[in-house]
Each structure stands twice: as C-alpha cells, then as structure tokens.
C-alpha cells in the first residue's frame, strides 16, 4: 500500500506540475527537474534511489521505442551521416574528455574510472533536447538530428562503459566492442521486425496488436543483452522499421491505437523520468557529506565536468560539420544548413536519466565515488536547466527560423490533391455498375477533403470559410446527437454495448474535425508568411508569381449572383477568379475553358502558385 500511495503521488505530481509548466509557457522538463529537487529535502517525501536496472531495463526500452516508431526512417537516412558522427564520434570525444578532466581532478581515481564517468555523462537524452526543441519551436531538420543522434548514443556510451569497468581503458577495444554490439543489436531488431511484421498480417484485433507491440521493445532488448549485443540499437533497428511499415502491415485501427497508447505511455514516462531525476538531489547531498574532500574541491570537479560535457559537444560537431559531415543542401530551402543550426545541435546537449541510472554502475567500492555521483547528476541538472532553459533565446538571438505550419498547410493539400488524381484514376480503371449514384458521391467527398486543405492556405479576411462553418454547425450537431443517445441510454431500452459503438463513433468523427479546426488555426497565424517549395514543372518555372494588388472580387460571382471565398489569378491572361472552395469554382472552371495551366493566390501577402496540369504548387 505504501508503493501504491507512493506511485499515485509521484503521477499526481508529474501531472500537475505538467499543466503549470504549459500555463507558464516553460518546458516540462525543466519544471519537472527543480520540482523533484525541492521535493527531495521534504521530510515527509521518502527517498527514492533510482536503481540502474529499473531505468535501462524498465524505462529505456520503451521510451526508445515510442521515439523510434514515431520517428522518420526517411528522414534519419537523409541525414545520417551527422547522426552518427554525433551517436558515436560525439560520445566518444566526449568521453576521452571529460575522463582526462576527472583524471587530472581527481588523482585517487584511476583512468577506467575516468573514462567510466566520461561514458557516463557523455549521451544527451532520448527526450530532453526532442522535447525542449519541439516545445520552443526548433527546425525540423534540427530536431530530426537531435532525435535520431539520442535513439543511437546511449548504446556508444553503454558500451564504452562497459569496456572502461572490465578495466580496459579506451582502446581500439572499444571499436570492436562496439562493432559487435552494434551488429548483434542491428540483427535482433531485424529478426524482431521481421517475426512481428509477420505477425502483423495475420492479426486484424487493434487490442491484440497494440498488446503485442509493449512486449517488442522488452523481447528485443532482453535477447540482445542475452547474446552480449546492444539492446539498445535492437529496440530502435526494430521501433524504426515497425513504424516504417506500419501502413502496409497494421490496419488503421490498429496504427491509430497503437500511436495513442504509446502517445500516453510515453507522455507519462517522459515526464515521470525528469521528476525523478530531480529526486535524487537529497540523498546524493547526503551522501556527499561524508567525503573527505573539501567542499570547494567537490564545487571545482562538478563544475569541470559540466563545462566539459559542453564545450567538448561544441567543439566536436564543428569539427564533424567541416572535417566529416559536409552537408549539402537542405531539401526544404535548398540551401546549406547554416552555423547558427550547428551551434544550436551542439548546445542542445541536455543529458537524462540515463546518465544517471548509469553512474550507479559504479562499483560501490570506487574511491570517491559519492563525488563521481554528484559529477553526473550536476550535469545532467546543469545541463537540463542552463542549456534547456537558454535554447528559446539562443534561438531567437540567432535568427534560427521555426517551422512554419502555412508549409505544412500547402504541403498537405498538394499531397491530398496528388492522392485524388491517384485515387480518381484508379477509380476510371474499375469496372462497377453504379446505379446508385456512389460514384458521384465518392468524387464529391474527395473534392470536400481538398477544398478543406486548400482553405487552411487563405480565406478572405474576417470571413468565415465553408471548413470552418462546417466544423462549427456539424460540432453542434454532435453535440445534439450525443445528448439524445445518452437520454436513451438512461431509458435503459438500447443494449450498453451498441450505445459505446454509436458514441465512439460519434468521437472519431468529432476528434478528426477537432484536428483539422486546430491546425487550421495554427496556419491561419502564419498567413502572413511567404513560401518556397522544392522541383517545379515546366508551366510553373514558365509562369514566375507576379507581383499585383491584391484582387477584391470575382467578376463571374458577381454576375451569377454568389459568394466567393478567395480569389485567384490566372498568369496567362490575369483572370481573376474564385477558388475550388467557392461555390461556382470559376477559377478552376477557366482553366477548362482556356486551358491556361498556372494560377496565383490573389490574397493580400499571398504569392504560391498552382498548375492544374502537373499538381505540383511554388
């Protein structure tokens, strides 16, 4: 019962203080950490000792595994080489560096313990810097970066760790201890992926699959380890595989159910770890007083290795842009990334609970130990709290730009657009005998899903869109509906089990309005902002956008006596016309009467242009 009370508290807390931090405009993570802290000298809150196999057996499989899942296959190979000279090159620098610094600090403490604490505090962690980076808005291709490097680093260091206790030092051995652990971990997530992949097809039951995937980090990490591999490289090789695939090997009930249960496992995990991590403070204090070192020589070491866990990542990922990474152009600007991005990768090195579940590998009997505990957890607090809290102005003072939803906006309805002409073809190819009309309705609910994509690019100024009079009147009738089931519900006449089918049906229905209503008002505050995409067709790189007034009517709904919703421009003969989300279209209707294939957003600060040939939007 105690256990039990103890754990509701901590999930209680965690929650809470989660909520503040959203309410203040600051990282979880961040508060989670100084709250732990003050927590820590309560004298009503127990002490709790993070045992290191509860954090890497426990913790660090799943949470490896709801990011690998979630994280890009596509995206990590783009940018894999920079992933991996951090993952292994960043470590390793890190390592030799910081146990140098320990060395000379502390002379009582042999080398294989230095560089055991350099392995140590060497990985940032698989969720501060993601977490921090998504929440103050970093670039895409940073977080990318950041993400894929802390789903690798900690098997570099682990194994690093592993070679500096066995009393071999830092050697070629391990190179090769971690050649082998890498390959072992690559070839049991494969095998994994492989067995749950065919797995996959022959299970239809959403709640059987997402039962069968919290089993799949655990079974990959444990049969690594069994065979002296990396559990860690296993768990990701299978997680970033799994998700790669999951399209074609779950249903989408199943994918929707397995990303929302790891979506909230990994939520309360996250932020259960940072809170923990701050409950350590007391008792490594406490410990701490029963050194023989001076206080200012303790202040001296702790401090050391934390300015060395961050200057040394500095250093090395300039020295890994220019001697070993050399990266081309960015695929979304189509310029090389610049230095201010370098910088921001190298100062968002905030480490986590790994560090600190791995310092308590240590072998008790190591002189000066409490000090080396105290070393790793003032660098995984310093670099939470200096680095965490200083990468929003970093990133304002360096002008690093954030993602823009208006690109994702115009991404998403030329991609909808490209998957209805797919869809549509495909659709003349089949033979059906349509008497009643389905055909028909099926074009016309693809041309509702476009019309709604493009919207979320412009509308007229203090005009509500179709979308969003759509999403307002149909949210109130679900609202209705709801009420009128539940009143039957209470008559008790209607089986309890229909009633939870009918009304789940109703959320999926509101949940994706909600979606789109959130991310229309997300890009609606970027409107403002101008855009480039990538290759262009021949129409477009013909018809440059123009600069004109904005237009301020359509002359055709004038003269037929409708409304329009935004106005577009035809850059052969500078038509003005509405567009697909206005009732007569008489844009798009130009087009096949004239067949002139490009047009131009004729919105105030709007310029992204359309060819109605090729599908392809600048």
Known sequence: MHVALLLLALAAGVLACVVIAARVGVPAPLLLVVAGVGASFLPWVPQIHLEPEVVLLGLLPPLLYSASISSSLIDFNAHRRVILALSIGAVLFTTAGVGLVVHLLLPGVSWPIAFALGAVVAPPDAVAATAIGRHIGLPRRVVTILEGESLFNDATALVSLRTALAATGISWYVGLDFLLAAGGGVLIGVVGFLVIGWLRKRITDPVLDVGLSFVIPFACFIAAEEIHASGVVAVVVAGLLLGHKAPILQTAQSRIAEQTNWRTIAFLLENTVFALIGLQAQW?????????????????????????????????????RWMLVRPGPDPSTGRRPPAAQTFLIGWAGMRGVVTLAAAFLIPEDTPHREVLLMAAFTVVAGTLLIQGLSLPMLARRLRVPQPDPLDDALARATLLQQASKAALDELDDLDYDDRAGVVDLIRQRLDQRNFAAWERLSTTADQESPAALYYRIRTEMLDAERRRILEIRRSGTVDSEVIADVLATLDIEESMLDSAEAERDESAAYAARRWTTGDLCPDLEQHGAVDEPPATYCQACLDEGTQWVALRRCLECGNIACCDSSPKQHATRHFHDEQHPVMQSAEPGEDWRWCYVHHLTA
Do not use: E, N
């Open 284 to 320: 490594l204090f406490q410990d701490l007083a029963d050194s023989d070192l001076s206080g200012v020589r303790v202040t001296a070491i702790c401090a050391s290795t934390l300015l060395a866990c961050i200057v040394l990542r500095i250093i090395w990922v300039f020295i890994s």
